[in-house]
């Protein structure tokens, strides 16, 4: 017998690298995608009780109040969405009634386009959109009524609130 060259066998990790490295950036993308429909400045109310959110929902449409009763489609400082607010130009802060009612009207004709689309295709005709409210803790009853009857002007119906669930703190 001869004795040829001793070889170390070492396992190839190039293959599980490349893995895990496209899993970090796969969940990276996914979290970013989330994050975008959230804002942080806004501090949700506290409920005693609240459903949880409803994964069934296939298309909804998310909207931030503000403190002040303003939509926010921006992120951002509060100095910045001030400085946003009050450019009339600036479309990323929705003011009024008026202007939420303009901006779900382009969301409800996407929506429609998008129920449209799916009747051709042959499948059963879906629900209409969700609006999802997600209004500042701090905002009136009244700054948020505004909201919703902004969004019932462009047609849509099914609203849900957000809400955190557990006690708020109590003077």
Excluded at 72 to 99: C, F, H, W, Y
Excluded at 125 to 151: I, S
Aim: net charge positive; with cysteine; glycine share 6%.
């Amino acid at each position: 017998m001869s004795m040829g060259s001793i070889e170390k066998c070492e396992p190839n990790l190039i293959p599980m690298l490349d893995l895990v490295l496209q899993l970090i950036m796969f969940f990276m993308l996914v979290t970013n995608f989330i994050a975008d429909d959230l804002n942080e400045s806004v501090k949700l109310p506290h409920a005693l009780q609240a459903r949880p959110i409803d994964k069934n929902e296939d298309y909804s449409n998310p909207l931030n109040g503000d403190r002040c009763g303003r939509v926010l489609l921006m992120k951002g400082s509060e100095a910045e969405i001030d400085k946003a607010a009050k450019d009339p130009k600036d479309t990323r802060v929705l003011t009024n009634r008026d202007q939420v009612a303009g901006y779900m009207k382009t969301k409800w004709d996407s929506d429609k386009a998008r129920r449209d689309a799916k009747v051709k295709a042959g499948k059963p005709e879906p629900k209409m959109a969700l609006v999802v409210l997600r209004a500042h803790q701090d905002a009136t009853y009244k700054q948020v009524n505004a909201v919703l009857e902004g969004c019932r002007a462009a047609g849509f119906v099914d609203v849900q609130l957000r809400a955190v669930v557990g006690r708020g703190q109590v003077n």
